[in-house]
């Protein structure tokens, strides 16, 4: 490409052992969200316990941030053998952690009010029902949510201006983003996030086709295919609605989404069925899962992706090198929307740096990026609240083997990064929100970028609904690694949809369809 990108580093305490202080070690999975926020949140640690003493003859606490990467069941097997007392971590699959007897009670921590940090709230108190009902085990509390993260489409907005490409009151792509007379958006209320933005299949494929004379419409990461397997996993359970998305975690309840067959036109025809232990494979019949699949075919069928897509050298960041150039650099063929979940514009802080040095408005808080809500296959579903799911299971814990001294001060750091004012520092630092229910206030969003305003903007509007990964479930718990949204479409050798289409173009949509639903039946005849 001929840009060299430069990156800042992060890490931890690079200083000796202070052995007047009691020391803390914190396992920290450095990922997208970077490490700034905790690196400022263990010297405000540090400042705020400098005259405690934790042990005899000790005063103040020296905190340690080992950054890596360790995640999942991985975690699992090597979680002793690491010094870290406390662990932040992703795809933590919470019950596999309690199987093992590897996590410490925090009730304490998580259910005593934050009074001695300034606070009357409890950390308990800023999780929603179903956070508590799975957290809490035999009322036990053993993790605590960290950030959130959902996955869709981002798109230019100073490209979308430019060529005009917002949807104006009669369906037509003739607006910028803030010119009057725009659509409504999926929500129906002008003046909001949403509006002049394609809100049904038909109109973002209209959109694709519209910009594709000057444009690529969409990119996202070769290397990394399970990317594009969580954004189908999104739009699904946007097609699906809450209740239907619940339901594909607790494998109880009706959901009207069930598909039953097709019209003559290949319309997936639907009915209200009863979601039990018997049936639960059927959760992944309901529609949603279908018209994600008619989605990304389409998408593959009329080419509206760059080539690097399918290329396996292309990593998440080169994806977003190459995202952020393309509207920058006038030899590049620009790009429109990036299928990434809502880290990467903080994971591509470097990049931002870097242009901003090489081009005009090119750094971080320059350019206009934004969440674009998930289309719905019709205006049947248009009356419906738009659906967002958590999808990476990222907690924070405390290992059980910890002595009594450190268990107490890694519970405090614990309350410490959990008061509102260092959940809204994260979301600041991060421009993400955090998996707790917490209010930003205006200096917060005063401080963040287009793009971090965007999703909080989609995230906390009355018209959508909020789901976490969580059920009580013990088919769904004892087994959370298999449910994981990135292989819902698994069978055979097709692990990836998109690829499974890209690779294969003679492989029909109700043959892959078909395919993934056996694929779930049989597993769950043998996982009862």
């Not at 607790?250 to 209200?272: A, C, H, M, Q, Y």
């Not at 083997?401 to 410490?416: C, L, N």
């Not at 043959?511 to 049989?522: C, D, L, P, R, S």
Request: glycine share 6%.
């Amino acid at each position: 490409m001929g840009f060299a990108f430069g990156f800042s580093a992060c890490g931890g305490n690079k200083n000796e052992v202070d052995s007047s202080k009691t020391q803390l070690y914190i396992d920290h999975y450095a990922g997208g969200f970077g490490s700034e926020w905790i690196n400022i949140a263990k010297k405000d640690f540090e400042e705020k316990y400098k005259d405690t003493e934790f042990e005899p003859g000790k005063k103040g606490v020296q905190v340690w941030v080992d950054d890596g990467k360790d995640g999942g069941n991985e975690l699992i097997e090597r979680l002793n053998g690491k010094r870290g007392h406390i662990f932040i971590t992703e795809s933590m699959y919470y019950y596999d952690y309690l199987s093992k007897d590897l996590l410490l009670d925090i009730s304490d921590a998580v259910t005593e009010p934050l009074t001695d940090l300034g606070e009357n709230k409890t950390i308990e108190s800023k999780l929603v029902k179903s956070q508590q009902d799975f957290l809490s085990v035999d009322k036990k509390y053993y993790a605590v949510p960290h950030y959130f993260a959902c996955n869709g489409i981002t798109y230019d907005v100073e490209l979308f201006d430019e060529y005009s490409l917002f949807l104006d009151e009669e369906g037509n792509f003739t607006k910028k983003h803030d010119e009057e007379g725009l659509s409504v958006g999926a929500d129906g209320i002008a003046g909001t996030y949403d509006d002049g933005l394609p809100t049904t299949f038909d109109d973002f494929f209209r959109l694709c086709a519209e910009m594709s004379e000057y444009a690529t419409p969409l990119i996202w990461s070769g290397q990394y295919k399970f990317y594009v397997d969580y954004f189908l996993g999104a739009l699904a359970a946007e097609i699906n609605g809450k209740n239907n998305t619940e339901i594909s975690f607790t494998f109880n309840g009706k959901s009207d989404r069930v598909i039953t067959g097709f019209d003559e036109k290949g319309v997936p025809l639907t009915e209200e069925v009863e979601i039990n232990a018997d049936n639960a494979y059927r959760v992944y019949e309901q529609s949603g899962y279908y018209y994600a699949l008619q989605f990304i075919k389409k998408i593959i069928e009329n080419n509206y992706y760059a080539y690097q897509s399918f290329e396996e050298w292309n990593s998440n960041i080169e994806t977003q090198n190459t995202y952020l150039l393309s509207n920058r650099d006038e030899s590049l063929t620009p790009i429109a929307m990036l299928i990434e979940g809502n880290w990467w514009e903080n994971e591509a802080a470097g990049t931002f740096e870097s242009m901003s040095e090489m081009y005009s408005k090119a750094g971080r808080m320059d350019r206009k990026f934004a969440f674009m809500p998930l289309p719905k296959p019709s205006a049947d579903y248009l009356n419906e609240n738009h659906t967002i799911v958590e999808s990476n299971n990222s907690y924070m814990f405390i290992k059980k083997s910890v002595d009594d001294v450190h268990a107490e001060v890694a519970k405090k750091f614990i309350r410490f990064v959990n008061t509102d004012e260092k959940l809204r520092e994260f979301t600041k630092l991060t421009n993400t929100p955090k998996a707790l229910e917490y209010t930003v206030d205006d200096s917060t969003l005063n401080a963040m970028s287009y793009f971090g305003k965007s999703v909080l903007n989609y995230k906390n509007s009355k018209t959508t609904d909020v789901i976490y990964q969580c059920s009580n479930n013990p088919r769904y718990y004892n087994n959370m690694s298999r449910f994981e949204m990135s292989r819902i479409y698994e069978h055979g050798e097709l692990l990836h949809a998109a690829t499974a289409f890209h690779d294969n173009s003679s492989l029909t949509l109700k043959n892959f369809y078909n395919g993934y639903i056996a694929n779930w039946k049989t597993w769950f005849e043998n996982h009862k």
